[in-house]
């Protein structure tokens, strides 16, 4: 089969798995299991509690013991037995146990998948920026399939959306198996301990640039648990209001949230053009201010008249995501040798999924709680997204300033070699 159709079906399944419960865990905790937002948080922060270590270390096996794709698949396997159990809890603190032995073994996932991607496409001696994002793109096709299948099959608030996801992790699982071997590297007895052990790419730390780029990977990540924690059961509980129940966007809230991602889409086509005219620095900018537009435009959105504004805000989206994510793995592929590619990768990870979701998840969870949740319940949307707005301006604002980085051409094309 030709190599991009199988890291096509790789990227598919891989994002299929998420979006199958990420956007609408949100309906099943608040609505069918009534769990407090607080609880709801610190399940959110599960993936990034893991993504501090299991990124990083599962980038250090890849490197030195077992294979990217083989870890992947052993992964993706035990992955989909812990989804089929999470339907038979029934309190919040078994779950969150659950859960989070969950995205322990989903979270380093998404790094060692980029890293089968990389790896593959330069043995092949193909250009990654210019081949890299259409195959990177039906990840987000799958996602998008996943919240409309969950939708369409009226499990939004259901516990058989876990069930959807176990199916798509167990075949990702068997056929990473087949994926093109990524190789170890584990290196001769000349090297120290900190080398055998695959601990070099926390050296990239000591780099002023490197250490400030993962201070605002983390910042910047906290945005991103944000808009998926709340997104879906924002819309969600417009269904009290009785001028917007029967609304679309309500009936299906998870349809409306996933035209964040068929935004993705066109961006992450777009990035090749953007990287090469603006540079890595510039793009991921223009990710940050997307986010304070993002967060602004849910702010004044409804599900009525307003619901162009949540559309736009859905649209501006793909651009906030993809711009840092995809460029950000990129600029750290740029800066790492090959020997440590999967371990920096994973570093990268555990910043924006790792510490950066136990930021926004754990902090927003109280936050909203304590400010914006009124005795009866009811949660003051448009000041929850003025807030998230106002935190990603200062981020954006401070990257400006801090992080030096002048656009050079050949950094980009130093991808194709």
Known sequence: MNLK????????LQFFIWGAWLITIGGYWFKTMQWSGTEFGAIFSTMGIASIFMPALAGIIADRYISAEKLLGIFHVIGAGILCY????????????????????YMPTISLSITVAYSALQKNNLDIVKVYPPIRVW???GFIVAMWVVSLLKIETSPAQFYVAALASISLGLYS???PSCGVNKGGSSKTWVEA???????????KKMALFFIFSMLLGASLQLTNAYGDIF?????TNPLFKDSIAVKYPAIIMSISQVSETLFILAIPFFLKRFGIKNVMLMSMFAWVLRFGLLGIGDPGSGLVWIIISCIVYGMAFDFFNISGSLYVESQTDEKIRASGQGLFMMMTNGFGAVLGSSVSGVMIDQFFTDTEGLRDWPNIWFAFAAYSLVVAILFAVLFKHKHNPKDIESFSH
Not at 197 to 207: E, I, N, P, V
Not at 235 to 239: G, P, R, S, V, Y
């Open 5 to 12: 159709i199988r890291l096509t079906i790789m990227n598919f």
């Open 86 to 105: 999470l339907p038979q809890i029934d309190n919040p603190s078994t779950f969150f146990v659950v859960m989070l032995l969950n995205m322990i073994f």
């Open 139 to 141: 990840g987000t096709v």
């Open 177 to 179: 198996f087949t994926l």
């Open 197 to 207: 052990l695959g601990f070099d790419a926390f050296k990239l730390f000591k780099q």
């Open 235 to 239: 819309l969600h509980e417009f269904d």
